[in-house]
């Protein structure tokens, strides 16, 4: 058991902490404020090799580890999770959905500009579209249709809270082919925004991470081709799981990021703010906070870790997704909630960060499957 980086992590990580500290610190409350999507920031992801970290050198990608991704989630996550939620849609969903399931055809034609980021020169991402407006948590109540008309589908129906939704170039669409059959009856699509039918509606005006684009994208009878489908027919329902529970990873790692950021921020500010008369560091309330957050900080950084191990090494990581998910959310809302205090009235002041963080977290806990859920597949797998 090895708990040290290796040096390749060691030069990620610190490439990844470059990144978010020179590159996304700056005007990242403004983004924040005015929901500026923050373009700039993921062309120079693409760059880097972030938005493919794990695809294979062959389709375009960096054929990096899970746990490398992890260690950039979390650098990136620290300082702007607006940022770091767009590159885990992208990596997570988007390029591993494609790369695991996906036809030869398929990766050539979608996969290779997917994991460089970039087409073109111009920005080149996906989303995953499986969210309705009836169909959250349980996600077998598609009201998305996709009509078998032989040689292609007409889509139709509503997809919400769709990430990169309008910045994205390509779509994967779980749609219902055959209601009878229920979530055997689902496929995924591959469609493309500028396709005849496909429109992008509201933006959402959210609580947290707004500077990520959340649509709801619309399809009124688009010609999907069938060579677009993924997998057998029917499929589309195992493929959202199969993917969901490497994207829990992402997510984890993006709420171990929210959270330490905030840690970080707390632990500076309680070592240079005084009352009565010393540093409030000094006072055993506030270290008992401190105490705590190095704590389940570490604890989540362990999970999240161990999750990406199993994943890198072929075992099944569907638990160990599951609990990093979970116990990361929860202690990124916690965390952030506790730094917000230790500031005191400068907490709840854009200008220190923590606020935004504090909003940030509470989206860990909802997307890619709510705390509620994983507490379902994790009670499932113990239980037997």
Not at 102 to 111: F, I, N, W
Not at 249 to 262: D, P, R, V
Not at 282 to 291: E, S
């Amino acid at each position: 058991m090895q708990f040290t980086l290796s040096e390749e992590h060691q030069m990620i990580e610190k490439a990844a902490k470059d990144f978010a500290v020179n590159e996304c610190l700056p005007g990242v409350i403004d983004r924040d404020e005015h929901q500026r999507f923050p373009k700039e920031q993921i062309m120079q992801l693409a760059d880097l090799g972030f938005m493919g970290m794990m695809v294979s050198a062959e389709y375009g990608g960096s054929g990096m580890d899970t746990v490398s991704y992890v260690l950039a989630m979390d650098q990136i996550s620290r300082v702007d999770a607006s940022v770091s939620v767009c590159m885990s849609v992208n990596n997570s969903l988007v390029c591993y959905g494609l790369e695991s399931f996906g036809t030869e055809a398929q990766k050539q034609q979608y996969l290779t500009p997917l994991a460089q980021g970039k087409k073109d020169g111009e920005l080149y991402i996906g989303a995953f579209l499986l969210s309705e407006p009836e169909a959250g948590s349980d996600a077998t109540s598609q009201r998305t249709t996709a009509e078998d008309m032989g040689d292609y589908y007409l889509l139709n129906g509503t997809k919400n809270w769709i990430t990169n939704g309008s910045s994205a170039s390509v779509y994967l669409v779980m749609a219902q082919t055959d209601v009878s059959k229920g979530s055997k009856g689902i496929n995924c699509l591959i469609v493309e925004k500028n396709w005849p039918g496909v429109t992008v509606a509201a933006k959402e005006n959210k609580l947290g991470i707004r500077g990520s684009d959340t649509h709801t994208i619309m399809f009124t009878d688009v010609k999907v081709p069938k060579v677009n489908r993924i997998g057998e027919n029917g499929f589309g329902f195992k493929f959202a799981m199969k993917t969901l529970a490497g994207g829990r990873i992402g997510i984890a790692s993006q709420a171990l990021g929210i959270a330490t950021g905030a840690y970080e921020l707390a632990l500076k500010y309680a070592k240079t703010r005084k009352a009565f008369g010393k540093e409030i560091a000094q006072h055993q309330a506030i270290q008992f906070k401190l105490a705590d957050m190095a704590t389940k900080i570490e604890a989540a950084r362990l999970l999240c870790l161990k999750a990406a191990w199993e994943k890198d090494n072929g075992l099944d990581y569907t638990l160990s997704s599951s609990m990093a998910k979970v116990f990361a959310s929860e202690t990124a809302m916690w965390v952030t909630t506790e730094a917000v205090q230790i500031h005191g009235g400068y907490g709840f002041v854009k200008e220190y960060h923590v606020e935004r963080m504090m909003r940030d977290a509470k989206i860990t806990q909802i997307y890619e499957g709510t705390s509620e859920v994983q507490r379902i597949v994790i009670s499932r797998s113990i239980l037997g």
